[in-house]
Protein backbone atom coordinates (compact mmCIF):
# COMPACT_ATOMS: atom_id res chain seq x y z
CA UNK A 1 0.00 0.00 0.00
CA UNK A 2 2.43 2.58 1.03
CA UNK A 3 6.60 2.27 0.55
CA UNK A 4 9.10 4.25 1.88
CA UNK A 5 12.80 4.40 0.49
CA UNK A 6 15.11 6.14 1.44
CA UNK A 7 13.06 8.57 2.91
CA UNK A 8 15.12 12.38 4.35
CA UNK A 9 14.12 15.72 5.51
CA UNK A 10 15.76 18.58 5.76
CA UNK A 11 14.45 21.76 6.99
CA UNK A 12 15.55 24.78 8.57
CA UNK A 13 18.57 23.47 8.94
CA UNK A 14 17.74 20.27 10.55
CA UNK A 15 18.24 16.68 9.39
CA UNK A 16 14.34 15.78 10.51
CA UNK A 17 14.92 12.28 8.70
CA UNK A 18 18.08 10.13 7.47
CA UNK A 19 17.47 7.85 5.03
CA UNK A 20 14.25 6.12 6.22
CA UNK A 21 13.20 3.05 4.22
CA UNK A 22 10.11 1.10 5.79
CA UNK A 23 6.48 -0.48 4.21
CA UNK A 24 2.54 -0.13 5.10
CA UNK A 25 0.73 -3.37 3.94
CA UNK A 26 -2.68 -3.15 3.07
CA UNK A 27 -4.91 -3.67 5.89
CA UNK A 28 -1.68 -3.11 8.29
CA UNK A 29 -2.28 -0.96 11.13
CA UNK A 30 1.74 0.24 11.28
CA UNK A 31 2.65 2.19 14.71
CA UNK A 32 5.92 4.08 14.69
CA UNK A 33 7.20 5.03 18.06
CA UNK A 34 9.93 6.88 19.40
CA UNK A 35 11.12 9.61 21.94
CA UNK A 36 10.32 13.16 21.13
CA UNK A 37 12.45 14.76 18.26
CA UNK A 38 12.70 11.46 16.75
CA UNK A 39 11.45 12.50 13.44
CA UNK A 40 8.05 10.38 13.59
CA UNK A 41 6.14 13.78 12.74
CA UNK A 42 8.30 14.83 10.20
CA UNK A 43 7.64 11.40 8.27
CA UNK A 44 3.73 11.57 8.29
CA UNK A 45 4.27 15.03 7.15
CA UNK A 46 6.11 14.27 4.17
CA UNK A 47 4.35 11.61 3.28
CA UNK A 48 1.25 14.13 3.25
CA UNK A 49 3.44 16.51 0.88
CA UNK A 50 3.47 19.01 3.73
CA UNK A 51 7.39 18.85 3.84
CA UNK A 52 9.74 18.48 1.25
CA UNK A 53 11.59 15.14 0.86
CA UNK A 54 13.81 13.48 -0.74
CA UNK A 55 14.17 9.93 -1.45
CA UNK A 56 11.23 7.78 -2.93
CA UNK A 57 7.22 7.36 -2.05
CA UNK A 58 5.48 4.94 -3.70
CA UNK A 59 1.66 4.71 -2.84
CA UNK A 60 -0.53 1.45 -4.53
CA UNK A 61 2.98 1.09 -6.66
CA UNK A 62 3.14 4.34 -8.02
CA UNK A 63 5.52 7.26 -7.02
CA UNK A 64 4.22 10.93 -5.66
CA UNK A 65 7.18 12.24 -6.37
CA UNK A 66 6.63 15.76 -6.43
CA UNK A 67 2.28 15.92 -6.30
CA UNK A 68 0.55 18.28 -4.08
CA UNK A 69 -0.52 17.22 -0.56
CA UNK A 70 -4.09 18.04 -1.64
CA UNK A 71 -3.49 15.83 -4.35
CA UNK A 72 -2.57 13.09 -2.09
CA UNK A 73 -5.17 13.82 0.19
CA UNK A 74 -7.75 12.88 -2.58
CA UNK A 75 -5.46 10.24 -3.71
CA UNK A 76 -6.38 8.52 -0.27
CA UNK A 77 -3.38 9.69 2.05
CA UNK A 78 -5.59 11.51 4.60
CA UNK A 79 -3.87 12.62 8.18
CA UNK A 80 -5.44 13.48 11.69
CA UNK A 81 -2.98 16.11 12.64
CA UNK A 82 -1.09 16.37 15.98
CA UNK A 83 -3.23 18.46 18.21
CA UNK A 84 -6.51 17.76 16.52
CA UNK A 85 -6.66 21.71 14.52
CA UNK A 86 -10.38 21.21 14.25
CA UNK A 87 -12.06 24.77 12.45
CA UNK A 88 -12.95 26.09 16.09
CA UNK A 89 -15.32 28.47 14.50
CA UNK A 90 -17.08 25.86 12.80
CA UNK A 91 -19.64 23.50 14.12
CA UNK A 92 -19.31 19.82 14.80
CA UNK A 93 -21.22 19.27 10.85
CA UNK A 94 -19.30 21.64 9.09
CA UNK A 95 -16.27 20.51 10.31
CA UNK A 96 -17.22 16.80 8.77
CA UNK A 97 -18.25 18.46 5.41
CA UNK A 98 -14.85 20.31 5.26
CA UNK A 99 -13.25 16.81 5.41
CA UNK A 100 -15.58 15.85 2.35
CA UNK A 101 -14.66 19.13 0.34
CA UNK A 102 -10.93 19.44 0.98
CA UNK A 103 -10.61 15.31 -0.04
CA UNK A 104 -13.03 16.06 -3.14
CA UNK A 105 -15.33 13.27 -2.84
CA UNK A 106 -18.34 13.35 -4.43
CA UNK A 107 -22.25 12.10 -4.18
CA UNK A 108 -23.98 11.32 -1.06
CA UNK A 109 -22.55 12.11 2.57
CA UNK A 110 -25.32 9.92 4.04
CA UNK A 111 -23.38 6.40 4.44
CA UNK A 112 -20.14 8.26 5.07
CA UNK A 113 -21.89 10.11 8.11
CA UNK A 114 -23.41 6.85 9.35
CA UNK A 115 -20.30 5.55 9.46
CA UNK A 116 -19.01 8.30 11.81
CA UNK A 117 -21.78 8.41 14.10
CA UNK A 118 -21.71 5.35 14.63
CA UNK A 119 -18.30 5.01 15.76
CA UNK A 120 -18.48 8.44 17.69
CA UNK A 121 -22.32 8.75 18.67
CA UNK A 122 -21.22 12.03 20.45
CA UNK A 123 -20.67 13.97 17.05
CA UNK A 124 -24.04 13.46 16.38
CA UNK A 125 -25.79 14.29 19.56
CA UNK A 126 -23.38 17.46 19.11
CA UNK A 127 -23.50 18.39 15.95
CA UNK A 128 -24.73 21.99 15.67
CA UNK A 129 -22.40 22.48 18.61
CA UNK A 130 -18.99 24.84 17.73
CA UNK A 131 -15.89 22.61 17.51
CA UNK A 132 -13.74 25.27 19.77
CA UNK A 133 -16.30 24.04 22.44
CA UNK A 134 -16.10 20.69 22.79
CA UNK A 135 -13.75 18.34 25.13
CA UNK A 136 -10.05 17.93 24.15
CA UNK A 137 -11.78 13.89 23.65
CA UNK A 138 -14.64 14.97 21.67
CA UNK A 139 -12.21 17.06 19.03
CA UNK A 140 -10.16 14.08 18.79
CA UNK A 141 -13.07 12.24 17.75
CA UNK A 142 -13.89 14.98 15.33
CA UNK A 143 -10.28 15.09 13.52
CA UNK A 144 -10.82 11.60 13.16
CA UNK A 145 -14.50 11.77 11.70
CA UNK A 146 -13.80 14.60 9.32
CA UNK A 147 -10.39 12.27 8.16
CA UNK A 148 -13.07 9.97 7.59
CA UNK A 149 -14.95 11.72 5.38
CA UNK A 150 -12.25 11.49 2.85
CA UNK A 151 -12.78 8.42 2.57
CA UNK A 152 -8.60 7.33 3.30
CA UNK A 153 -7.32 4.81 1.91
CA UNK A 154 -4.51 5.18 4.06
CA UNK A 155 -5.41 6.96 7.62
CA UNK A 156 -2.14 8.49 8.98
CA UNK A 157 -2.72 9.52 13.03
CA UNK A 158 -0.13 12.02 14.64
CA UNK A 159 -0.26 11.44 18.53
CA UNK A 160 -3.55 10.59 18.48
CA UNK A 161 -3.72 10.10 22.61
CA UNK A 162 -2.18 12.99 23.41
CA UNK A 163 -3.33 14.86 26.30
CA UNK A 164 -6.20 12.90 26.38
CA UNK A 165 -7.73 11.15 29.93
CA UNK A 166 -7.14 7.15 29.85
CA UNK A 167 -11.17 6.23 29.42
CA UNK A 168 -11.47 8.38 26.17
CA UNK A 169 -7.84 6.91 24.55
CA UNK A 170 -9.89 3.46 24.95
CA UNK A 171 -12.48 5.13 23.18
CA UNK A 172 -10.69 6.57 20.51
CA UNK A 173 -8.20 3.13 20.45
CA UNK A 174 -11.19 0.94 20.17
CA UNK A 175 -12.20 2.94 16.51
CA UNK A 176 -9.24 2.54 15.36
CA UNK A 177 -9.42 -1.16 15.77
CA UNK A 178 -13.02 -1.26 14.91
CA UNK A 179 -11.82 0.44 11.15
CA UNK A 180 -8.90 -1.48 10.72
CA UNK A 181 -11.04 -4.83 11.02
CA UNK A 182 -13.36 -3.09 8.27
CA UNK A 183 -10.10 -2.85 6.18
CA UNK A 184 -8.59 0.40 6.59
CA UNK A 185 -4.70 0.66 6.69
CA UNK A 186 -3.64 2.63 9.81
CA UNK A 187 -0.04 4.17 10.02
CA UNK A 188 0.13 5.05 13.98
CA UNK A 189 2.39 7.62 15.37
CA UNK A 190 2.35 7.31 18.64
CA UNK A 191 4.77 8.08 21.85
CA UNK A 192 2.76 5.78 24.08
CA UNK A 193 5.24 3.20 22.76
CA UNK A 194 2.75 0.41 24.95
CA UNK A 195 -0.74 1.02 23.91
CA UNK A 196 0.60 1.61 20.26
CA UNK A 197 2.46 -2.12 20.21
CA UNK A 198 -0.74 -3.65 21.53
CA UNK A 199 -2.74 -1.91 19.15
CA UNK A 200 -0.51 -2.21 15.73
CA UNK A 201 0.23 -5.49 13.65
CA UNK A 202 3.77 -4.13 12.80
CA UNK A 203 5.97 -1.54 14.40
CA UNK A 204 8.82 0.53 13.78
CA UNK A 205 11.24 2.44 16.54
CA UNK A 206 12.23 5.80 15.51
CA UNK A 207 15.37 7.20 16.77
CA UNK A 208 17.51 10.59 15.56
CA UNK A 209 15.54 10.53 12.39
CA UNK A 210 16.74 6.77 11.79
CA UNK A 211 14.80 3.52 11.70
CA UNK A 212 16.71 1.44 14.61
CA UNK A 213 14.21 -1.50 15.01
CA UNK A 214 11.32 -2.75 12.74
CA UNK A 215 9.34 -6.38 12.95
CA UNK A 216 6.34 -7.39 14.24
CA UNK A 217 4.26 -5.12 16.97
CA UNK A 218 4.08 -8.51 19.26
CA UNK A 219 7.67 -9.31 19.04
CA UNK A 220 9.08 -5.70 19.62
CA UNK A 221 6.85 -5.31 22.24
CA UNK A 222 8.63 -8.42 24.06
CA UNK A 223 12.41 -6.91 23.64
CA UNK A 224 13.65 -6.09 27.14
CA UNK A 225 15.64 -3.26 25.34
CA UNK A 226 12.14 -1.05 23.91
CA UNK A 227 10.61 -1.71 26.61
CA UNK A 228 13.84 -0.31 29.18
CA UNK A 229 13.24 2.75 26.94
CA UNK A 230 9.98 2.98 26.22
CA UNK A 231 7.73 1.51 28.71
CA UNK A 232 7.38 4.59 31.31
CA UNK A 233 4.84 6.24 32.31
CA UNK A 234 3.68 7.25 29.35
CA UNK A 235 3.45 3.84 28.10
CA UNK A 236 0.92 2.13 31.43
CA UNK A 237 -2.06 2.72 29.73
CA UNK A 238 -3.52 -1.20 29.59
Known amino acids: MLEIKNLGVHYRGIHALRGVSLHVKKGDIFALIGPNGAGKSSLVNALSGIVPSSGEILFEGEPLGGRAAHLRSRAGIIQVPEGRRVIAPLSV ?21 ERVHALFPVLLQRRDQLSGSL ?23 D ?80
Open 93 to 113: AENLQLGRQAAGVRGSDAADL
Open 135 to 157: SGGQQQMLAIGRALMGRPKVLML
Open 159 to 238: EPSLGLAPVIIKDVFWALVQLNSEGLTILLVEQNARLALQTASRAAVLEQGRIVQQGMAAELAEDPTIADHYFGRAGLIA
